[in-house]
């Protein structure tokens, strides 16, 4: 298994659209763009673990699986829509999320982060 610690170059990554159905994403404010690796799990996998990256902007969506992730680079804000409750994560923060939960990703900073995800029934 690969360990990712702030400031690590992650190596290549994947551009990753904002066109997943499921996901519902809405672009909010500029032009943010998503590129990404999984680097185990995936399709027909109940569990995957992989790179996120997003240029500044901000990307609403529901989240898919639930979600432990650290913040390897950049600043952001998530905000839950269901409570309004906003999160300000920065390098070396690690967070938690819903599968179900919809959230906006506003980028302030280009965010890079590790992440491990459950599906239930599988992606």
């Known amino acids: 298994m690969k360990k990712y610690q702030p400031g690590d170059d992650v190596g290549p990554l994947e551009d990753w659209p904002f066109d997943n159905p499921a996901s519902d ?12 690796r999984i680097d185990l799990g995936g399709a027909g996998h109940a569990t995957r673990y992989g790179i996120w990256r ?23 804000r998530l905000i839950d829509h269901e409570t309004g409750i906003v999160t300000e994560l920065k390098s070396g923060d690690s967070f938690f999320s819903r599968d179900g939960k919809r959230v906006t990703w506003d980028v ?16």
């Open 25 to 36: 994403y809405r672009v909010t404010r500029g032009d943010p763009r998503a590129s990404g």
């Open 54 to 76: 997003c240029t500044a902007g901000a990307v609403e969506c529901t989240e898919q699986g639930d979600e432990l992730m650290t913040i390897l680079s950049g600043h952001c």
């Open 108 to 123: 302030i900073e280009d965010v890079t982060k590790v992440f491990y995800a459950h599906k239930t029934g599988g992606y």
